[in-house]
């Protein structure tokens, strides 16, 4: 999709090698900045010269990795209402890296479930497409240091949790929320993801 064809081989024991040559580090998740302006350039020439497929919609979801791995309490609920307002619901562990490229290249609009599967996006969007991640977790320092070095990509944060159940201490990517599904169609709604401001599941009891 980027137009890369060099080899990989895996080396799994100790190797002698005549010559080795390193290329400079451009992306560090762990460094501030976390990406090098070199990197959005490189992007910028490599994408995929695609448009998006009129009136595409997506949502990513984790709903099928279980609760074990992170997710929302409420994802099934969430999927088919979603499907209701015309989304394609995909689960990315069941598809090729390339099928998920090519199904987040055609897309006019995505809606990412709190994870990584936002990271493979990032390598191919283009300025024109609206893309939202909806938390379950306080935002991940690495995911927004990572898209505050890509000026031209635009990630909206939907931050709408009632409740995290995540073990206290242990790691947050497996966090588990609860969601506010009545404000989190509202604040879909605002940002353009959804044509009316339709209730999300059954009533939230006061």
Known sequence: ELGIGNPVELV?????????????????????????PQFPAWLGAHRPARTATPGSHLYVSRARLGLFNGQFLQETVLETFLQQQGYKVIHPETLSIAEQMRAYGTAE?????????????????????????????????HIARWFQGLPDVRLDYLDTRLA?????????????????????GAALHRLGFLATEAAIGPPRAE
Do not use: Y
Request: proline share 6%.
């Open 164 to 184: 995290d159940f995540s073990r206290q201490g242990g790691p947050t990517n497996t966090s588990v929320a609860l969601l506010d599904l009545q404000a989190l």
């Open 109 to 141: 609009r995505l809606v990412f479930a709190d994870g990584s599967a936002v990271h493979l996006w990032s390598l191919i969007a283009r300025p024109e497409q609206q893309a939202a991640m909806i938390l379950r977790r306080p935002l991940d320092g």
């Open 12 to 36: 799994c024991q100790p190797l002698r090698v005549e010559e080795l040559v390193l290329g400079e580090e451009l992306c560090n998740l762990h460094r501030r900045p976390s990406v090098m």
